[in-house]
């Protein structure tokens, strides 16, 4: 049995990234502002977390902490540059430069592509017969999408998700050192493969939608100033990961989650105008991002604690979306909860700017596999991602009939 005074998130190992949950009750229930060895606290009460998201007075300027764990390399480079750990004003103009990408009008139009795409991939499904959910459809999709955003050549789309995994890999509480090599060697290949697209977008202004958000990037300005090639480059590589990985884990979760929770596919195919609060329970349930982190730029009050300027803080999503007092009975799967406050895409300045676009995806792709094939089951031995801060399958292998 875990002493949870014991806990510390910079030690855990393969057993909580397994299965996290038990120990995340453990520490909300009896440590929910649990002290880890360096100083930093983990949140894992939905009230904290959402608080912490909420307050202005919280820092994602990952300068100092990042230091300390890359040195300099290319890892440091792209982390501290990225819209995502950084705060206003730099924050506001990257943010502002993505915005135009993502208007109703314009996620309208994505969803006849969404379709389009999904259609494909599940009559290769159907030839198939048996597949790994993962590989030949997870993570197909978001990869078609946010590389057709950013105008990502067919031929290097493959090798998306082998770079994301080992970039964002390197966020975890604990990175080996073959996994801080392989994030280094992957920022510099992406680099050298964006160096390319770039200047042949910046030779060959083309105003159409494949590439906008590409453009909007390297032509837009923000109160007279555009980003330098650096910042450019690092919100392409972020942009790139944050719009794919995360899809493709909700997506792979979702059917996970199914085919452990019998009575709820059955409801599901029953009912397929559940699929929009099925969604939500799936990003709830199994959030494809686990924690995040923040700096208190002031002191903030928790009701019961006040966590002083300066204190280095990791918010649970996982934990504040099965926490007792938001959630009626959050250990079950329930595809038709309302409300769902989950924080799946957190909330504040930094709240996923792609939750829209993630939701219609995984509403098409999730709905549409279901729909057509209800023999969907498991054919295999499933094996997750060794990942903390981002929960997903590597594989997932599945028959549909
Ligand atoms: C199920 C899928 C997704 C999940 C669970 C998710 C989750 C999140 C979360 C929790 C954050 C906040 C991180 C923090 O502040 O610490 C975030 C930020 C962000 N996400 Fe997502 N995301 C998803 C899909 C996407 C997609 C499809 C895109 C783009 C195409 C995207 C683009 C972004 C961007 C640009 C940010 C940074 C926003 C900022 O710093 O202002 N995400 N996401």
């Known amino acids: 049995m875990l002493d949870i005074a014991d806990f510390d998130l910079n030690a855990i190992g393969m057993d909580y990234i397994r299965n996290p949950y038990p120990v995340l009750r453990a520490l909300r229930d009896k440590s929910p502002i649990h002290r880890n060895a360096d100083g930093s606290v983990f949140l894992t009460r939905h009230a904290d977390v959402l608080k912490v998201y909420q307050s202005r007075a919280m820092l994602s300027d990952k300068t ?7 040195g300099e390399c290319p890892l440091k480079t792209h982390h501290t540059t ?21 208007t109703p009008r314009k996620l309208a139009v994505f969803e006849g592509l969404i379709e389009g795409i999904v259609d494909r991939l599940l009559d290769t499904v159907e030839e198939k ?10 993570k197909v999709l978001p990869t078609e999408i946010i590389s057709f955003m950013l105008g990502i050549p067919p031929e290097y789309r493959q090798k998306l998700r082998g770079y994301s995994l080992a970039i964002l890999g390197a966020l975890d509480p ?3 050192p073959e996994r801080l090599k ?30 906008e958000v590409l453009e909007s990037l390297i032509f837009g300005e923000i109160d007279g100033r555009k980003l330098t090639e650096e910042e450019l480059m ?9 719009g794919h990985e995360t899809t493709t884990s909700l997506v792979g979760n979702s059917v996970g989650i199914l085919l452990n929770h019998p009575d709820q596919h059955r409801r599901l195919l ?40 300066g204190t280095y803080i990791h918010t649970s999503i996982a934990a504040a979306n099965r926490d007792p007092a938001v959630f009626d009975d959050p250990d079950r799967v329930d595809l038709g909860r309302k409300p769902n406050k989950h924080l799946a895409f957190a909330t504040g300045i930094h709240i996923c700017l792609g939750a829209t676009l993630a939701r219609v995806e995984g509403r098409i792709a ?36």
């Not at 100092?64 to 890359?70: D, N």
Request: aromatic letters at 8%; a negative charge.
């Open 366 to 401: 999730i709905g549409g596999l279901v729909k057509r094939f209800p023999k969907l089951a498991a054919n295999g031995e499933a094996r997750m991602v060794p990942l903390a801060r981002f929960r997903g399958y590597e594989s997932l292998p599945v028959r549909v009939r």
């Open 270 to 309: 029953d009912d397929p105008d559940l699929i929009t609060t099925a969604v939500e329970e799936f990003l709830r349930y199994e959030s494809p991002l686990q924690q995040g982190n923040r700096m208190a730029g002031e002191d903030i009050d928790l009701g019961d604690t006040v966590l002083p300027a």
């Open 64 to 70: 100092e902490e990042f230091g300390k764990k890359f």
């Open 174 to 176: 604990v990175v080996p």
């Open 182 to 211: 392989a994030g280094n060697e992957a920022v510099t290949e992406f680099t050298e493969i964006l160096t390319d697209i770039i200047d042949h977008r910046r030779r060959n202004r083309e105003g159409a939608m494949e590439g």
């Open 234 to 242: 690092q919100n392409c590589i972020f942009l790139l990961n944050a």
């Open 129 to 138: 017969g048996e597949l790994d959910l993962i590989d030949d459809f997870a």
């Open 82 to 102: 990225s819209l995502v750990f950084n705060d206003p004003p730099y924050h506001t103009m990257v943010r502002k430069l993505l915005a135009s990408a993502f």
